[in-house]
């Protein structure tokens, strides 16, 4: 059987990128001519068309997109074939695309990345922040190697490491008439005085799930996309608002007159690293996983 080579491979996935031959040869570092005679190659192989040739654009065929899909594996687990090599004596080293939710991003990688930059010095980490069902496609799709996410999560064809748990606390305006700051139940707020993120994001779900809230009639019918529009509604008194551990010491809190009050300790989610299933580089994740969760631990996270 005759099988697609890597070059072919990785001259398919540049024009599925790019939709252009052109930029596609620039990516790959060969001429144009030598690039469309590789894919053609490959549709001669395959007996299938991947690209829609005209001349004013380039198009992938639903077909091709599924073999540019497929490719983008491939060549990441032949590159793991050659890190395997390279990793045996020497761990973490090399380029690790690393994906973050933003309810973590701001308030943990300001610690961490310096810590990696002196353990690691040879780990080169591009960061891409994105909500978990965008960063999970993309994790699947060979896109990112890692994720660091809240947790328990839906994510099928993954591998997890629970790092720590990050408990909720409650976020409150100084003087709010909302609420009584010392005596308080989550069950029994004021119709539509808490206030969370929008759906799609995880602190949302992770917030009903780890608190127990039973009643949904206290949930505000407004919203916010970001963690910080939100705080922004509760510094005004507008609601009250769950946050996690990990951001009580933020900057925007210390510059507002939001509050925050520790709930028990039943109220958590758990912070962890997730990769592909059968990935080659476990160990140089559950190193990652031992420095986040030791950094992680000396800024007062519970452990």
């Not at 809240?150 to 409150?172: C, I």
Request: charged share 25%; proline share 5%; with cysteine.
């Amino acid at each position: 059987m005759n099988l697609p080579t890597v070059k072919q491979l990785r001259y398919l996935v540049a024009v599925d990128e790019t939709r252009h031959f052109g930029k596609a040869a620039e990516l790959c570092y060969v001429t144009q001519s030598a690039l469309s005679t590789g894919i053609k190659e490959l549709e001669t192989l395959l007996g299938v068309q991947l690209i829609d040739r005209t001349n004013k654009q380039v198009t992938t065929t639903q077909l091709g997109k599924d073999v540019a899909t497929q490719a983008r594996l491939s060549l990441k687990d032949i590159e793991s074939i050659v890190e395997l090599a390279a990793n045996e004596s020497k761990p973490l080293c090399g380029p690790l695309r690393l994906g973050i939710i933003p309810t973590i991003a701001p308030f943990i990688l300001p610690s961490i990345l310096p810590q990696i930059q002196i353990q690691y010095p040879e780990l080169q980490v591009y960061l891409k922040e994105d909500i978990t069902d965008n960063l999970h496609a993309q994790l699947m799709d060979g896109e990112l190697d890692l994720l660091l996410l809240a947790l328990p999560y839906d994510l099928p064809g993954v591998e997890t490491n629970v790092l720590f748990k990050d408990r909720f606390r409650l976020a409150y305006s100084h003087g709010t008439k909302l609420i009584d700051p010392e005596k308080f139940s989550l069950n029994k707020l004021n119709r539509e005085s808490l206030m969370l993120l929008e759906e799609g994001h995880c602190l949302r779900s992770h917030a009903l799930q780890g608190c127990k809230l039973k009643r949904r009639d206290n949930i505000s019918r407004f919203s916010a996309s970001s963690l910080f529009t939100l705080l922004q509604m509760v510094d005004s008194d507008l609601g009250i608002t769950l946050i996690p551990e990990m951001a009580k010491d933020s900057a925007q809190l210390k510059c507002s007159r939001v509050q925050t009050k520790p709930l028990a300790d039943s109220y958590f989610r758990e912070i962890g690293l997730v990769w592909r299933r059968g990935s080659s580089r476990v160990s140089d994740y559950t190193a990652l996983g031992e420095l986040i969760t030791d950094v992680s631990g000396a800024q007062g996270a519970p452990e």
